[in-house]
């Protein structure tokens, strides 16, 4: 059994900052790639950052210079840090994570509850 849990939730304006954490727990055997990706209204879900387990980072475009992606493989905690944030990063956030479960030989892709980010203009 393994679960990913998402925290940080808030609602904050335009151009203020807000920091992502989520914490993988559980019969884990290994984490290999750990991201975040956001669902904004009417709209499909799509990746911000992701992170491999040697820690190289990828970024949307549209969040490029203003998030940033990292973890703690100690803690199999990955965070995101998120800066001017601008209204249409309004969304809700899902953590990410391609896992290795304790008994399997496959690794296959986890997803948290999901956490609303709400950006006031």
């Known amino acids: 059994q393994v679960q990913l849990v998402e925290s940080g939730r808030g609602l904050v304006q335009a151009g203020g900052s807000l920091r992502l954490s989520c914490v993988a727990s559980?019969?884990?055997?290994?984490?290999?790639?750990m991201g975040w990706y956001r669902r904004a209204p009417g709209e499909q879900r799509a990746s911000v950052a992701v992170i491999t387990s040697g820690g190289t980072a990828t970024y949307a475009e549209s969040v490029k210079g203003r998030f940033t992606i990292s973890r703690d493989n100690a803690k199999n905690t990955v965070y995101l840090q998120m800066n001017s944030l601008k209204p249409e990063d309004t969304a809700v956030y899902y953590c990410n994570a391609l896992m290795r479960v304790v008994g399997t030989t496959r690794t296959s892709d986890y997803w948290g509850q999901g956490t609303q980010v709400t950006v006031s203009s």
């Open positions: 559980g019969r884990i055997f290994s984490v290999i790639n």
